[in-house]
Each structure stands twice: as structure tokens, then as C-alpha cells.
């Protein structure tokens, strides 16, 4: 059961900046933190600039329409060091998004089935091991796909600021790729009462595709890694992701398929009831009759 928790814990923390895409090469590495974004006017109109370009590298209103997606392939996790570093295969992986910010991913292990869900709205996430349903930690309950943030990010209506963040001289993609960045910082109350509130976004500098997405929250940051774009339904999606947290590789994740608004059951998200308490024992009354009558 120790083995269990190890891994639990280790899903948990991966899943908090999960998405629907999959591993990034081996080789690619993340770029070094870049310096303090500048101010004024200029970065914000750089900024703004840098996200429609990207939501159209992502297929423009097709992305902002998007309502649901699903997409199965397989995985694998690495535990931190403290749990041994362990490789756990996850053979079989559905990955189910819907808006607003709702996610859940369920796979298969040589532990069993796990089962990671984020309700959104404010209600807590929660994972499922081996039968047991914990909750995950408070970061990961407002975290959703990178997609997503680009959605957020250009709604007239998601109270953030997107101001353009300089790239250092010399970072770029495994491929050479030039990239530069924006950061999306909400400005709503609840980022203001503590909750997570940011994310930096580096985009190729010629196409606008995401590459990097970096979240900050609760004082941590988990990068996820994209690669291996495919036009599905005339959105363009990443199929390959690869998630780290503290310069640690946690999660990668490679999709075969991909499908765009297919019906999901709206309580698939919703955590599970815990299972019916036995009746009560009778208390008082008569005693029971005799075998055979009185």
C-alpha cells in the first residue's frame, strides 16, 4: 500500500498542469527562466498581439468554439526521487476536457485503474487509486489544457491582463525554433484572494504555436512541454506533451486519437459518493421471535 500512496502522490502533483496532447522528444529541454517582463504600453500591445496570433495559429474560431474533447494513447509517469524515480507505464490513457475548465484523466497502471478529475467552478479535484478517492492538491483545482489558456486569455469577458515577456538571446525550440512570449495574469478576485492566477506562454516566433506553457501556483511552477501539432476539426492541437516541475520530468503523455465536441456525460467529473454505510443495527423493540414460534 506504501507503493500506492508513493504513486498516488507522485500522479497527483503531475496532473496539476495536465492537457490534451502528449510527450515532447527526449531531448527537449526547458528554456532558463527569462528576466522580468518590462512596462508600459508597449508590452501590453505586444502582448495581445502575440495571443491572437496565437489563437489563430490554433484555428482561430474554430479554438474559441471549442466545447469538449477527447483523446485516448498512452504514457508514462516518473515518481520523484524521494519515491525511488520510479517509471510507471500508463497503458492506457482517456483524457476528456470540457468548458469551462473541466478535466479528466483516467489510466491504466500495473497498480490499477486512476482516475485524476478537476470539476472546475471552484469545487475541489480529486484523484482515484486503487479504489481509494483523495482530494488532489488545491493548485491543480483551477489548472486545465494549455489550449484553454489561449480561450481564457482572448474572452472579453476573463478579467486578465496579457503583457508581452522578453525571451533570453539564444533560447529557442530542440529544432532552433525562435520563440517568444506573453503572460496572462488574472485580475479577478480570486486570484487577488490567493488562487492561481498566472501563466507565461512561449509561442514559435514565425508560426504563433505554443510550445511552453508555465504555470505558476500556490508558489510552484509546473512547465508543460507541446510538440507534434495535428489539425483536428480545423483546431490545431498538440499530440505530444511533457509536463516537469522543478526542472524534474513528471508526466509525458502521447494521444493516437483525437476528437473534438463529442458528447461527455456532465457527471464524469463529479467525485464519486462514497459507498453506502451498512443499516444500523436494530436498537429496542421486541426480540426476535423463536425459531419455530412461541
Given at each position: 500500500?506504501?507503493?500506492?500512496?508513493?504513486?498516488?502522490?507522485?500522479?497527483?502533483?503531475?496532473?496539476a498542469a495536465?492537457?490534451?496532447?502528449?510527450?515532447a522528444?527526449?531531448?527537449?529541454?526547458?528554456p532558463?527562466p527569462p528576466?522580468?517582463?518590462?512596462?508600459?504600453?508597449?508590452?501590453?500591445?505586444?502582448?495581445?498581439?502575440?495571443?491572437?496570433?496565437?489563437?489563430?495559429?490554433?484555428?482561430?474560431?474554430?479554438?474559441?468554439?471549442?466545447?469538449t474533447?477527447k483523446a485516448?494513447?498512452?504514457?508514462?509517469?516518473?515518481?520523484?526521487?524521494?519515491?525511488?524515480?520510479?517509471?510507471?507505464?500508463?497503458?492506457?490513457?482517456?483524457?476528456?476536457?470540457?468548458?469551462?475548465?473541466?478535466?479528466?484523466?483516467?489510466?491504466?497502471?500495473?497498480?490499477?485503474?486512476?482516475?485524476?478529475?478537476?470539476?472546475?467552478?471552484?469545487?475541489?479535484?480529486?484523484?482515484?487509486?486503487?479504489?481509494?478517492?483523495s482530494?488532489?492538491?488545491?493548485?491543480a483545482?483551477?489548472?486545465?489544457?494549455?489550449?484553454?489558456v489561449?480561450?481564457?486569455?482572448?474572452?472579453?469577458s476573463?478579467?486578465?491582463?496579457?503583457?508581452?515577456?522578453?525571451?533570453?538571446t539564444?533560447?529557442?525550440?530542440?529544432?532552433?525554433?525562435?520563440?517568444?512570449?506573453?503572460?496572462v495574469t488574472?485580475?479577478?478576485?480570486?486570484?487577488?484572494?490567493?488562487?492561481?492566477?498566472?501563466?507565461?506562454v512561449?509561442?514559435?516566433?514565425?508560426?504563433?504555436?505554443?510550445r511552453?506553457?508555465?504555470?505558476?501556483?500556490?508558489?510552484?511552477?509546473?512547465?508543460?512541454?507541446?510538440?507534434?501539432?495535428?489539425?483536428?476539426?480545423?483546431?490545431?492541437?498538440p499530440t505530444?506533451?511533457?509536463?516537469?516541475?522543478?526542472?524534474?520530468?513528471?508526466?509525458?503523455?502521447?494521444?493516437?486519437?483525437?476528437?473534438?465536441?463529442?458528447a461527455?456525460?456532465?457527471?464524469?467529473?463529479?467525485?464519486?459518493?462514497?459507498?453506502?454505510?451498512?443499516?444500523?443495527?436494530?436498537?429496542g423493540?421486541?426480540?426476535?421471535?423463536?425459531?419455530?414460534?412461541?
Amino acid at each position: 500500500m506504501k507503493i500506492h500512496a508513493a504513486v498516488g502522490a507522485a500522479l497527483a502533483l503531475s496532473f496539476a498542469a495536465l492537457a490534451f496532447a502528449a510527450p515532447a522528444t527526449a531531448q527537449e529541454t526547458a528554456p532558463p527562466p527569462p528576466p522580468p517582463p518590462p512596462a508600459g504600453e508597449a508590452a501590453t500591445e505586444e502582448g495581445r498581439a502575440l495571443l491572437e496570433r496565437a489563437v489563430k495559429a490554433h484555428g482561430g474560431e474554430a479554438l474559441l468554439k471549442l466545447k469538449t474533447l477527447k483523446a485516448v494513447g498512452k504514457g508514462e509517469l516518473t515518481t520523484p526521487e524521494a519515491q525511488g524515480g520510479l517509471k510507471v507505464p500508463l497503458d492506457v490513457v482517456t483524457l476528456t476536457a470540457a468548458a469551462p475548465g473541466r478535466t479528466r484523466l483516467d489510466a491504466e497502471t500495473v497498480f490499477g485503474p486512476v482516475t485524476f478529475a478537476v470539476p472546475g467552478k471552484g469545487v475541489p479535484a480529486w484523484y482515484s487509486l486503487a479504489g481509494s478517492v483523495s482530494d488532489l492538491p488545491g493548485t491543480a483545482a483551477t489548472l486545465t489544457d494549455p489550449l484553454a489558456v489561449l480561450r481564457a486569455a482572448a474572452s472579453p469577458s476573463a478579467g486578465v491582463t496579457v503583457r508581452a515577456f522578453p525571451v533570453e538571446t539564444g533560447v529557442t525550440t530542440p529544432e532552433g525554433v525562435a520563440l517568444k512570449a506573453f503572460e496572462v495574469t488574472d485580475t479577478t478576485a480570486a486570484s487577488a484572494a490567493g488562487k492561481p492566477g498566472k501563466a507565461r506562454v512561449y509561442v514559435e516566433a514565425e508560426t504563433g504555436r505554443m510550445r511552453r506553457v508555465d504555470i505558476q501556483a500556490g508558489g510552484a511552477e509546473t512547465v508543460t512541454l507541446l510538440s507534434a501539432y495535428r489539425t483536428v476539426g480545423g483546431v490545431v492541437v498538440p499530440t505530444a506533451l511533457q509536463l516537469r516541475q522543478k526542472d524534474r520530468e513528471g508526466l509525458s503523455l502521447t494521444f493516437a486519437t483525437v476528437e473534438l465536441d463529442v458528447a461527455v456525460d456532465e457527471k464524469a467529473f463529479d467525485r464519486p459518493a462514497p459507498p453506502a454505510s451498512a443499516p444500523a443495527a436494530t436498537t429496542g423493540g421486541a426480540p426476535p421471535a423463536a425459531p419455530g414460534g412461541a
